[in-house]
C-alpha cells in the first residue's frame, strides 16, 4: 500500500435502481445536490430508494442512435466508455432486473431515453460503493423486427466470416419479449496462407496441415421477457440455446492430415420474481443449464502406421435457487441506513452417464449478508457512505469458503469522489479443473525454452482434483471527477493492490522458471529433447500485483443545437491507461518470487505487459458518424535458457487501430419505409496491419515467436447491414 496514497484517483463503475416513485414532468429542472447545482429530474417512476437522487444526465433518442449500436448491450458499453464506468448496474422502466442480460439484446429503437444517475447511487439498492445507476427507460409500446447480416475478410486472404442475426421485440408497458437467432460461421486459416516459416518433418511441408485458426461454426437462440403480475410485482424470464463447432488441424501424419474437432451444446433457463414495495425490495430465482462438450482428436500411431481416433468430453447440469432482500433499517441523521441479505443454492453435476468424464457432484450453499450505512449529509462536508458484507459458502465436501469487504465512498461535492475498499474473497474451484478426463495429443508444436527451440511434443490436458481454493485479498483507492458538466469531462485514476494465494494456473512450456518450478511436468528422451508436457492446472504459490488506472472521457457538441431540437453532432473522446507497477509470483511454496515485468511468465506467450491503453475518438451527428479505436500493448519480456546460458526475448509493443463508419439509410433513401430505419456500417480492423514483433539477445527468434503469431489475421474489412421493420 506505499504506493497507494501517492498516486490515487479513480472513476467508479456503473450501478443499479429499481422502480416505485414519481419524479417531475419532462424536461422540468430542481436545484438539488450537495451544493445547490441544477440537477435534470424526469417524470421517470423509480424505486423509492433513489427518488431523491434526480439523474445527472439524460440521454434522448437522438443521443443513443448516435452510438450507431446494434443493441442495448452496445448502447450500454458506449455510455460506460463516456463516463469512465467499470460494470454498471441496469435498470428498465425504474425497476430491477436479475441480470443485465436480460436487456443487452434488445434494440436500441425501443429506448425512449437512458437516465445516469450520480455516482454513489447503486449502493442505495444493493450495487457496489461509488458505482452508478443507469435507468433504462423503454418506449410504451414497441413491435419491431431486426434484421442483421454483415461479412467480413482478410486483406491478405484466406479467411472469411458471416453473421447473421434476427430479433423479433415486443414492448407493452411493463411486459416486454425479446426473441433472436443468431447465426456465424468462419473459415480455417492454415499456415500456408500466411508465411509462416516452419521446418519440415521428414521431408513433409507441415503448414497446409496446421492451422492457425479453426473453422467455426454456431447457433444462438435467446428469448427474453417480462410481465407484470400486480403492480409490486414482475416475473422475469430468460431461456438460452447454443451449439458451436470447431474444426482444424494439428498436422499430418502418414500422408494423412491429423484433425481436432471440438462441438458443444448447452441451454439455460432462469426465471425471477422481483417485489418492489416502498422502501424495499425482494427476488426470488429459479435457474438450470445444461451443457455437453466433446472434443474428438487424432494421434498417430507409430507401432502400426495408423492415426488414433480419440474423444473426450463432459456433461453437466447446474441447478439453482436465490432469495435476496434489501430493505430499510434505521433512519440516521445522514439518512436511511440499508441491510441487504441473499442466499444462494446451487447443484452442479457431471452425469454419470457420460463415457468422457468423471462423475462429480457438488452443492454449494452461500450466504451473503451487507450493510450500508450513510455517515455524512450535506453541502459542507458532502456524502459519506460506508458500507461491508460478510458472506460464506458451505460445499458438499465440508469445505467452508469466507469473503469479507469493507468500503468507504465520500462525495465532496457532486462532481468529486473518494473510494476506498478492501476485501477477501475464496472462491470454488471451477468443476472443470477437477474433474475433466485426463487426455494426450500428440504432434503438438511447443517452444522448448531450456534448449531455445521449437519441437513436436506430446501435451497432456485435463482436470486436476488437487488443486486447492485460491484466496484473493483486494485494497483500491480511487478518486474521481466530472469538473465541466457541459462537455461531460469525466477524470479518474485508481490505484489496485491484489494477492492471490493458490492461484490457479495451466503450465504450458513458456519460460524456464515454469520447467525449473514443476520439472516433473516436462519428460525429455536420452537426448535432452522434450517429449512430453503435463499442462493440466496446478496451484502456484502468491502473485502479487499493483496497477495504476487512469482514464479520460468527454462529448463535445459541435453546434448550438438542443438535444431533441434536431440531432447534434458532437466530438467524443475517451482513452483509459493501464500500468502494472508490480507483478511478482512464488511458483511454489518457499520459492523466489517471479517477476512477471522482467521476463517471468505464468502463462502463453510473454511476460506481463507494464503499459496498456486505448481510446476512441469519434464524430457523430444523429446516424450517421465515423469513429476512430486505438489499442497499445507495451514491451514484455521473456526468460529463456539455462541457468548459465540465458537469453531473453523482446516482445515489442504495438499500436492497433480500427476505423468504423455508420450511416442511417433513412437519410439517403428519404421515401423508403424499408430504408427508413436502417444502417449501413463499415469497420478496417487493424487498420495498419500491426503485429508484434519478437527479438532476441543472444540468438535467433523462436520458430515458435515469429511475428506472424502474433496476429494471423492481420487486417480485415467488414461490411454490416441491418434493418429494422
Request: proline share 5%; net charge neutral.
Amino acid at each position: 500500500m506505499r504506493r497507494a496514497f501517492a498516486c490515487v484517483a479513480s472513476l467508479s463503475a456503473l450501478a443499479i435502481a429499481s422502480g416505485g416513485v414519481a419524479h417531475a414532468e419532462d424536461g422540468a429542472r430542481s436545484d438539488g445536490g450537495i451544493d445547490g447545482d441544477p440537477i435534470i429530474v424526469l417524470g421517470t417512476r423509480i424505486v423509492e430508494p433513489l427518488a431523491d437522487l434526480p439523474p445527472e444526465d439524460v440521454l434522448d433518442p437522438d443521443a443513443v442512435a448516435s452510438y450507431g449500436a446494434g443493441t442495448i448491450g452496445e448502447v450500454i458499453d458506449a455510455i460506460q466508455d463516456d463516463y469512465a464506468d467499470a460494470e454498471p448496474t441496469i435498470l428498465v422502466d425504474g425497476r430491477p432486473i436479475p441480470d443485465r442480460g436480460d436487456i443487452d439484446g434488445f434494440p436500441p429503437e425501443a429506448i425512449e431515453r437512458v437516465e445516469i444517475l450520480p455516482q454513489g447511487s447503486a449502493v442505495r439498492v444493493g450495487g457496489a460503493p461509488g458505482e452508478r445507476v443507469y435507468n433504462v427507460v423503454l418506449k410504451p409500446s414497441v413491435a419491431s423486427v431486426t434484421a442483421t447480416v454483415s461479412h467480413r475478410m482478410a486483406t491478405e486472404g484466406g479467411f472469411s466470416d458471416d453473421d447473421l442475426e434476427a430479433v423479433l421485440t415486443r414492448v407493452k408497458g411493463r411486459d416486454r419479449l425479446n426473441l433472436s437467432l443468431a447465426f456465424r460461421d468462419s473459415s480455417l486459416l492454415t499456415e500456408s496462407e500466411r508465411d509462416v516459416d516452419r521446418t519440415p518433418v521428414a521431408g513433409v511441408d507441415e503448414r497446409p496441415y496446421r492451422s492457425l485458426r479453426p473453422a467455426s461454426r454456431g447457433i444462438d437462440m435467446n428469448a427474453t421477457g417480462s410481465m407484470r403480475l400486480l403492480s409490486w410485482l414482475d416475473l422475469q424470464a430468460a431461456g438460452r440455446m447454443n451449439w458451436a463447432r470447431d474444426d482444424g488441424l494439428n498436422g499430418s501424419a502418414f500422408a494423412e492430415p491429423l484433425t481436432t474437432r471440438y462441438r458443444a451444446q448447452g441451454g439455460s433457463l432462469t426465471t425471477t420474481l422481483l417485489a418492489t414495495s416502498g422502501q424495499w425490495q425482494g427476488s426470488a430465482g429459479l435457474r438450470v443449464a445444461l451443457r455437453d462438450t466433446l472434443f474428438r482428436f487424432d494421434n498417430p500411431e507409430t507401432a502400426t502406421a495408423t492415426i488414433g481416433r480419440f474423444r473426450s468430453g463432459s456433461k453437466s447440469r447446474d441447478l439453482g435457487a436465490n432469495v435476496a432482500i434489501n430493505a430499510p433499517l434505521v433512519q440516521l441523521p445522514a439518512g436511511l441506513a440499508r441491510l441487504r441479505t441473499s442466499l444462494d443454492v446451487t447443484q452442479v453435476r457431471y452425469d454419470p452417464r457420460s463415457t468422457y468424464a468423471n462423475e462429480y457432484t457438488r452443492t454449494d450453499r452461500n450466504l451473503a449478508l451487507g450493510l450500508s450505512l450513510p455517515v455524512l449529509a450535506g453541502p459542507r462536508f458532502g456524502r459519506l457512505t460506508l458500507d461491508g458484507d460478510l458472506g460464506r459458502n458451505w460445499l458438499s465436501g465440508g469445505e467452508r469458503l469466507e469473503r469479507w469487504s469493507l468500503a468507504a465512498n465520500w462525495q465532496v461535492r457532486p462532481w468529486i469522489q473518494f473510494t476506498a475498499s478492501t476485501g477477501r474473497a475464496q472462491m470454488p474451484v471451477d468443476p472443470d479443473l477437477l474433474t475433466t478426463r485426463v487426455y494426450s495429443i500428440d504432434n503438438i508444436s511447443v517452444f522448448d525454452p531450456v534448449v531455445d527451440e521449437t519441437v513436436y511434443a506430446t501435451l497432456i490436458y485435463g482436470g486436476n482434483p488437487e488443486l486447492r481454493t485460491p484466496r484473493t485479498t483486494t485494497r483500491r483507492f480511487a478518486v474521481s471527477a466530472a469538473p465541466a458538466r457541459k462537455i461531460n469531462l469525466q477524470l479518474s485514476t485508481a490505484f489496485v493492490q491484489s494477492t492471490t494465494h493458490y492461484q490457479i494456473g495451466a503450465v504450458p512450456p513458456t519460460g524456464s522458471s515454469l520447467i525449473y518450478a514443476f520439472p516433473e511436468r516436462f519428460v525429455r528422451d536420452a537426448s535432452g529433447r522434450l517429449i512430453t508436457v503435463d499442462s493440466r492446472p496446478v496451484n502456484f504459490g502468491a502473485h502479487k500485483q499493483e496497477t495504476l488506472q487512469t482514464s479520460i472521457a468527454a462529448t463535445i457538441p459541435l453546434s448550438g443545437a438542443k438535444q431533441g431540437v434536431a440531432a447534434r453532432p458532437q466530438l467524443r473522446l475517451n482513452a483509459s491507461h493501464s500500468m502494472a507497477l508490480s507483478d511478482t509470483i512464488t511458483l511454489q511454496d518457499g520459492a523466489p518470487a517471479v517477476d512477471l515485468l522482467e521476463g517471468g511468465v505464468i502463462g502463453v506467450g510473454g511476460g506481463r505487459t507494464r503499459h496498456t491503453a486505448n481510446g476512441t475518438i469519434a464524430v457523430t451527428k444523429g446516424t450517421m458518424g465515423l469513429q476512430l479505436d486505438g489499442y497499445y500493448t507495451g514491451v514484455s519480456l521473456l526468460s529463456i535458457g539455462t541457468v548459465t546460458e540465458r537469453d531473453r526475448l523482446r516482445f515489442g509493443h504495438k499500436f492497433t487501430m480500427n476505423l468504423r463508419g455508420f450511416v442511417g439509410l433513412g437519410s439517403i433513401f428519404e421515401t423508403s419505409d424499408l430504408a427508413k430505419k436502417g444502417r449501413l456500417s463499415g469497420v478496417i480492423a487493424n487498420l495498419t496491419k500491426a503485429r508484434r514483433l519478437t527479438s532476441s539477445q543472444v540468438g535467433n527468434v523462436p520458430e515458435a515467436y515469429q511475428l506472424i503469431y502474433s496476429d494471423p489475421i492481420g487486417r480485415t474489412v467488414a461490411v454490416e447491414l441491418r434493418l429494422a421493420l
